[in-house]
């Protein structure tokens, strides 16, 4: 790990202690701490280098038209090895797939005996101009930014995509200050809003602008705190407990 990755981790460490604050009503901080430490970013030296803000931009925008999402794959197919491809009824016409449906009532892509995609053959979508919506539109780069693994298939994806894709260095203002508010909103979502950690992954990339704000306030007493001695972060943190307001939204 990298000096620069490691004073972040260690900044981000020193964070989780950070609770509660005006912005940390619940929690939310030590979720993105820990998120931090499941998944370290080493991307592979071929790596496609990709602009945070730019990409989530054009994501929106080809959603928003029901479009598709190009995702630079380069032959990977990691997703269909292990995605559990939900049909959203919605988009995609249900009886025209071979699925099944779960306890929990979702109707889902039928898999291979090895847990890959029924459609996957030869390593290749054999239903790509009619594949769902969900694998439309699906990002593994989401997953990257957000830094969340939301269900054990999930770590293979994410795996892919940090040895796939890299964020440019230094990055600029605009994608770190974007990184920052999308990982506090996933906190966000999954610890107040409670919701599960895709959804609240769908939530994050939607509405981290409207967190900006709070993070750009949590980001200066970072670092505040992180130039005081042990002795004097400790009364800091005394002392901000017994001022700060309670409570969420
Ligand atoms: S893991 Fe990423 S690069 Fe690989 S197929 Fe899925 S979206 Fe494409
Ligand atoms: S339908 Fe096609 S793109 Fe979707 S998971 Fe299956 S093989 Fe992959």
């Known amino acids: 790990m990298g000096r620069e990755a490691r004073r972040k981790r260690e900044q981000r460490q020193r964070a989780a202690k950070l609770t509660p604050t005006p912005g940390n009503p619940h929690g939310v901080l030590e979720m993105q ?3 931090a430490e499941v998944v370290e970013f080493f991307p592979g030296p071929d790596a496609v280098e990709f602009t945070p803000t730019v990409w989530v931009r054009e994501m929106f925008d080809s959603i928003a038209a029901k479009g598709q999402v190009e995702v630079p ?3 990977c197919t990691t997703c269909c090895h292990h995605a559990t491809v939900e049909i959203h ?3 995609d016409d249900g009886a025209s797939y071979q699925t099944h449906i779960e306890p929990d009532g979702r109707r889902i892509l039928n898999q291979q005996a090895d ?3 029924i459609y996957l053959t030869n390593n290749q979508c054999s239903i790509y101009d009619r594949r769902p919506v969900v694998c439309r539109t699906f990002d593994c780069r989401a997953y990257m930014v957000l830094a969340v693994v939301p269900s054990p298939g999930f770590k293979f994806i994410l795996e892919k995509a940090n040895e796939k894709f890299k964020f ?3 990055m600029s203002p605009a994608d770190e200050e974007f990184i920052e508010a999308a990982r506090f909103t996933f906190g966000y979502a999954v610890s107040v809003k409670k919701m599960d950690s ?3 992954a769908s939530y994050a990339l939607e509405h ?3 967190h900006v704000k709070a993070v750009r306030i949590m980001s200066k007493m970072r670092d505040h705190v992180a130039s005081l001695s042990p002795e004097d972060q400790q009364k800091f943190l005394e002392e901000f407990k017994r001022h700060a307001p309670r409570g969420g939204r």
């Open 33 to 35: 701490g820990l998120a």
């Open 73 to 75: 794959c380069g032959g």
């Open 89 to 91: 009824e919605q988009f």
């Open 115 to 117: 847990g890959s995609c």
């Open 168 to 170: 440019p260095k230094p």
């Open 198 to 200: 895709e959804a609240a």
């Open 208 to 210: 981290w602008q409207e």
